[in-house]
């Protein structure tokens, strides 16, 4: 990959076999996770001409593309190569920055530099189903685990909400305003907690959904965020800075913060945390099944020894 091109997000499909990453001066390239050494499933190209993208979401066998051309792309990545799906291409009249699929994948949405929000069903690509300006430039969108909520951010300093009834939505509900501009919106996996949302000021902002109150506010040092999700279980916040190339990592429900500044310290405040945990059998057999590695050095008679003791097992 040529050195002067800019990342702009990643995504993994539902399964975790593709990977795809959008660059803001070269397109979108995807990659089979089984069959690296064959190259790029999708190699780089531009999903128009001369179009950089700044955000790829997966949906079934649908890419969509938050594209540099003023439009959301998909492309098919069950086929080798990614072509473009035909005719369908949902256009706006200013670059588009972040793109989502609703959870069942009938539904598209974007945030776009013109100031709006979009969402189409996917079958028609000429009329939205929620069109709503904004003002300024929006940059983040996501829907709820539960597909009954849309969140959007961008250059306003606040973050909107829209709960959905089919294809019905309410008028958005605006969260607390932070100031400046705010980049990614994360749900939690649970969709119990919230929106995390990344600012410029390098503060990560936690909302709870059904009392529209900030609940946490993860202080920065002055640098852009350029990432937030929260951990499967929905207990921890992670958020990462590239350009202070740190790690943050925020136990939510004891407030407890970390920083680490590599992945070797990453990984050793993860062996920390679980170090202690009891599992009882059942619970080992299925960390097994998922293929978690340390699961996988020990035979049948050696898990054993681990469980029901905490889980790294015998020194």
Same mark, same amino acid.
């Given at each position: 990959?040529?050195?002067?091109?800019?990342?702009?997000?990643?995504?993994?499909?539902?399964?975790?076999?593709?990977?795809?990453?959008?660059?803001?001066?070269?397109?979108?390239?995807?990659?089979?996770?089984?069959?690296?050494?064959?190259?790029?499933?999708? +190699?780089?190209?531009?999903?128009?001409?001369?179009?950089?993208?700044?955000?790829?979401?997966?949906?079934?066998?649908?890419?969509?593309?938050?594209?540099?051309?003023?439009?959301?792309?998909?492309?098919?990545?069950?086929?080798?190569?990614?072509?473009?799906?035909?005719?369908?291409?949902?256009?706006?009249?200013?670059?588009?920055?972040?793109?989502?699929?609703?959870?069942?994948?009938?539904?598209?949405?974007?945030?776009?530099?013109?100031? $709006?929000?979009?969402?189409?069903?996917?079958?028609?690509?000429?009329?939205?189903?929620?069109?709503? +300006?904004?003002?300024?430039?929006?940059?983040?969108?996501?829907?709820?685990?539960?597909?009954? $909520?849309?969140?959007?951010?961008?250059?306003?300093?606040?973050?909107?909400?829209?709960?959905?009834?089919?294809?019905?939505?309410?008028? +958005? $509900?605006?969260?607390?305003?932070?100031?400046?501009?705010?980049?990614?919106?994360?749900?939690?996996?649970?969709?119990?907690?919230?929106?995390?949302?990344?600012?410029?000021?390098?503060?990560?902002?936690?909302?709870?959904?059904?009392?529209?109150?900030?609940?946490?506010?993860?202080?920065?040092?002055?640098?852009?965020?350029?990432?937030?999700?929260?951990? +499967?279980?929905?207990?921890?916040?992670?958020?990462?800075?590239?350009?202070?190339?740190?790690?943050?990592?925020?136990?939510?429900?004891?407030?407890?913060?970390?920083?680490?500044?590599?992945?070797?310290?990453?990984?050793?405040?993860?062996?920390?945390?679980?170090?202690?945990?009891?599992?009882?059998?059942?619970?080992?057999?299925?960390?097994?099944?998922?293929?978690?590695?340390?699961?996988?050095?020990?035979?049948?008679?050696?898990?054993?020894?681990?469980?029901?003791?905490?889980?790294?097992?015998?020194?």
């Amino acid at each position: 990959m040529p050195s002067n091109i800019v990342r702009g997000a990643l995504a993994f499909n539902a399964n975790g076999t593709l990977l795809a990453a959008a660059y803001r001066n070269g397109g979108v390239a995807v990659w089979d996770l089984d069959k690296t050494d064959q190259g790029a499933w999708c +190699p780089l190209r531009p999903t128009g001409e001369n179009s950089g993208a700044y955000g790829v979401a997966f949906s079934g066998t649908f890419l969509a593309i938050a594209s540099g051309d003023k439009a959301v792309h998909l492309w098919d990545v069950s086929q080798k190569g990614c072509p473009a799906v035909p005719n369908k291409i949902f256009r706006r009249n200013d670059l588009v920055f972040g793109v989502a699929f609703s959870p069942n994948g009938k539904l598209v949405a974007a945030a776009s530099g013109d100031g $709006t929000v979009a969402v189409w069903d996917i079958g028609s690509t000429d009329h939205p189903i929620l069109d709503v +300006p904004l003002g300024k430039p929006m940059f983040a969108v996501a829907f709820s685990p539960d597909g009954k $909520t849309l969140a959007a951010t961008g250059a306003d300093g606040v973050s909107y909400l829209w709960t959905m009834d089919g294809k019905t939505f309410s008028s +958005p $509900t605006v969260l607390l305003s932070h100031g400046g501009t705010l980049g990614q919106i994360s749900f939690s996996p649970d969709g119990q907690m919230v929106v995390a949302t990344a600012g410029a000021t390098g503060t990560a902002f936690v909302t709870a959904l059904k009392m529209n109150a900030r609940g946490l506010a993860l202080d920065g040092s002055g640098q852009s965020l350029f990432g937030v999700a929260f951990s +499967p279980d929905s207990k921890y916040l992670l958020t990462g800075s590239n350009l202070l190339n740190t790690v943050r990592l925020l136990e939510i429900d004891s407030h407890q913060l970390w920083d680490v500044t590599n992945r070797d310290e990453l990984i050793s405040l993860g062996v920390k945390r679980v170090t202690g945990m009891q599992l009882d059998p059942t619970e080992c057999s299925v960390l097994r099944e998922m293929e978690i590695p340390i699961f996988n050095i020990w035979d049948t008679k050696d898990m054993e020894l681990v469980c029901p003791f905490p889980f790294l097992g015998p020194g």
